[in-house]
């Protein structure tokens, strides 16, 4: 059988066998593990079973880098920075799409901002987690100090939204290189992402940014809730599918009672992003 392990992750202190397999296939004498069929096992607090697909990371032309790059002598996608249509393309085969107008984002009820982190390293000189965009918070939202720093990051199958009570010392020349330390070795089980300091989280997706997402608060926690703690819906009449961000500003707020006419004309209930769930700190 093919198995992965990894020196630092067991499946308990009391296993001491030879092979402490994390995930394994089935009993195989297939050289190529891309040619490995059949279910297979994974650890998970308990033995489950898994499909698993494996293909080779390098390109050998064009098609391989979806066409959005070029497919190099080393068998590495370069993606193009833009283009007419004002994209640039990230991750290992440029299948992530940044469109210029969603550099930056805005929050549907306070218009609030949140914008891509230039920096001068980095493969598009963006601060990137999991070939996706990291956005922080610029400004906007009543319920966010100017002293305290908030980022959507994504974690392999969600974006979390991280929430560092006067954190803006974090971008200070004096922690620049202990911010790029941190940042360029990310990994979402390792730094435990899901920490108390991790206040929204998003549905499972593979979208290249938050927009068009459903996102939640992360409320009580604890053995009766569900891994990410009680989840209170952020969409707007806690509409499945409405999405939270978006790249466009939105038609100022209006409430249930006001009318307006014309394009801009919608209802909207007077609890918007937080408002029901969260309080970022300061006196009561």
Not at 243 to 271: A, D, H, S, W
Request: net charge negative; glycine share 10%.
């Amino acid at each position: 059988a093919w198995v992965f392990m990894h020196e630092y992750i067991t499946k308990s202190t009391h296993d001491d066998s030879d092979c402490p397999w994390l995930l394994r296939s089935e009993e195989t004498d297939v050289y190529d593990i891309e040619e490995v069929e059949g279910p297979w096992q994974v650890w998970a607090g308990v033995i489950s079973r898994t499909d698993v697909a494996i293909v080779c990371n390098e390109c050998s032309d064009n098609a391989d880098c979806n066409l959005n790059g070029v497919c190099m002598n080393d068998g590495k996608c370069e993606c193009y920075d833009g283009d007419d249509r004002g994209v640039t393309f990230m991750g290992p085969q440029c299948e992530v799409r940044l469109k210029d107008d969603c550099r930056t984002i805005y929050g549907e009820i306070y218009n609030e901002t949140w914008s891509v982190v230039p920096v001068d390293w980095g493969g598009k000189g963006l601060w990137e987690e999991y070939d996706r965009p990291v956005y922080l918070y610029q400004g906007g939202s009543p319920l966010i100090k100017d002293a305290d720093v908030a980022v959507l990051i994504y974690s392999g199958d969600r974006w979390f939204g991280v929430y560092q009570p006067r954190g803006e010392y974090l971008f200070t020349q004096a922690y620049q290189d202990v911010f790029k330390a941190l940042v360029t070795n990310y990994h979402a089980f390792w730094d435990k992402a899901l920490t108390s300091l991790t206040i929204l989280v998003s549905d499972p997706t593979t979208k290249d940014t938050p927009v068009g997402v459903d996102f939640y608060y992360i409320g009580e926690r604890g053995d009766q809730f569900g891994p990410y703690g009680a989840l209170y819906p952020l969409q707007l009449n806690n509409q499945t599918g409405r999405g939270v961000f978006r790249c466009t500003e939105t038609i100022p707020y209006v409430g249930p009672f006001q009318n307006i006419t014309g394009p801009g004309r919608r209802m909207l209930q007077t609890k918007g992003l937080f408002d029901n769930y969260l309080w970022l700190g300061g006196a009561n």
